[in-house]
């Protein structure tokens, strides 16, 4: 970054000086702050130039009038703006009652710090209703450096102003948050320095909303991006529905939104009062812009202001993005924790245009509601017949892989690596039975109950049972590496047996116990929408996908021992040709599950990195419901051992008795 100085920069840069020494002498409490601010400009020339390093800062001064600065970052030889505090509107003269020197121009970019006592002022019109302050800041730009300044200004209002809230004070206040709320200037909303500005814009309007004063009965205030509705209720209002439609981008698209107050809630009230409630189409899309929650808020935000005996109200969402295969998840803004909570709602009803959602009601928390669209569950009416089917086919499938097993089990087992085989095609058979049972039982208490605890008991035993799938099948895997590489060795009976089981159900028990433990007291364990491992809140679903990728991989390098080594074994090991009989069998079950297995987990990542994909999802629902028919046909089928000690006649004879 070269120098690019001239006489008026040199002026410029003594004038700034001498500035911010006056402040020092008592005029502004953080000149120094400020001076380290303006200070370094003088050394800086415009980011208009390639760049070199990469993560390398460049300040940029702010257009004549404007104060503040555009800070950039060195990005692939390019500088990208990263924060923008240039501004015109000084929120400290609006009122005009604190004077600070004008030459402390930094101080602007905190307003926070400069603004006036608002109640001080000798004009007790514009502090009835706020209307004096209305003309200059709609006349204002919406940059970055003003929007600051209006939510700054709106947070004041609210702390000192919120009294006597009456309809024109209301409708002053809402010109002023809707100028910020436009949907021109969300793009705006991504170069303000505190990413919190749009969650104090939103507690600052419901701070000031909720006291506004409702007169015959109901009030109604209107604006292109806020819109105020209040109401009068008592314990024989025959429940309450606020309605909105509103604009939600620069054209006439419209979206809608409700919030009803059942009968039942109302009949709680001791005493008559008031219920207001605001909505917001574009404050979901300023948030993320302002990436304050990594998500996409899929309708308006509806916020609520209702009396203490009040805690539950049923709110209607229609949805900006209509897609049939995207479920909706309601969730009310932690206004403390600046995050979307899912506790706060449950889902009630769900479909392509809009959601419906009972939400808890809490003064000090929950007041600002919404849906979020889901990136973890997608909709499909073929996708949940491919699904059932196959699981019942998969079911099917293991019964009579278990009942086969029964049947031949003395036949089989006559020698130890035999028998550990064996054990371990049962265990695999009926963790992955256990799971499919358990997987129906989720979908239906989901969908007929909702009961969050049970659907967190189900996702638990749920993700053991995979685990212990996936764990057996490691178990049979280092059944073969003891055979082949330890020349077989014999392996006392009881200590392998001990070994097989601690891996098969000691380790899935260890992963599932910590998994829940770690996740869920931040209610992040499940996913909304589905009793299954939450991914994109706490990631959960890693403790069931990476034990299993890594048990994948370990059996394919043993299905590479298996290859190399039964080829050498078979010249020098002639006595033992039973023993490497078994191995091998073992082997070729490791060879044909392992990539089966593995393909049908890969599509599910794949359902993870592409959610939207209706063919990932149809792949591995069709893969993942028929592991219970490839266990069967590669795992008892395809075993010549099983079949030879019957002829068909008796195998059917003997499976017609069981039956």
Known sequence: MGLSLNITDIAGCFFAL???VGCLVGLCETAVFHFALIFPCCFLGVCTSGCGVNGAI???PCARLFHGERLFMCQDGKWQKTTDSCANLDARSLFEVTYLPPFCSAAASYPDFFLPDVTTHGNRNCLADLSCIVPDILSSPAIPGNIVNIV????????????DVNRAKMQSYSKIANHVLNASVISNWAFIRDKAASSILLDSVNLFARKLLIKSGSESILEDFMSTKGSSINKKTPGKRFDFSMRFNNSNSTIAGSVLIPQEELLKISTPSDAVSVAFPTLGAIMEASQLDDVFVNGMILSVALPEELRQISLTFEKFNKSN???????GWHSAEKRWDEAACKLKTDDANSSVCICKHHHHT?????????PNTIRNTVLDYITFVGLGISIFSLLLCLTIEAVVWHHVTNTNIAQMRHICLVNIAASLLIANVLFILAAVA???VKDYAICVAVTFFVHLSYLSLFFWMLALGLLILHGLLLIFRKMKKSASMATAFFIGYGCPLIISVLTVAITEPRKGYVRDGACWLNWRDTKALLAFVIPALMIIAVNLVVVVVVVVKTGRLSVREGSRS?????VTRTGKNVALLTPVLGLTWGFGLATIV????LGFHVTFALLNALQGFFILLFGTLLDRKVWSPFDVHLLSHELALMA
Do not use: G
């Not at 039973?578 to 078994?582: A, T, Y």
């Open 325 to 331: 295969n995207v479920m909706a998840r309601c969730v």
């Open 578 to 582: 039973q023993d490497l009989s078994s």
């Open 610 to 613: 592409r959610y939207d994909s």
């Open 152 to 163: 700054m200004l709106l947070k004041n209002i609210s702390l000192k102003l919120s009294e």
């Open 366 to 374: 929950f007041k600002s509601f919404s849906i979020l669209m889901s």
């Open 58 to 60: 460049c300040s940029e």
């Open 18 to 20: 001498t500035s911010c």
């Open 446 to 448: 989901y969908e007929k």
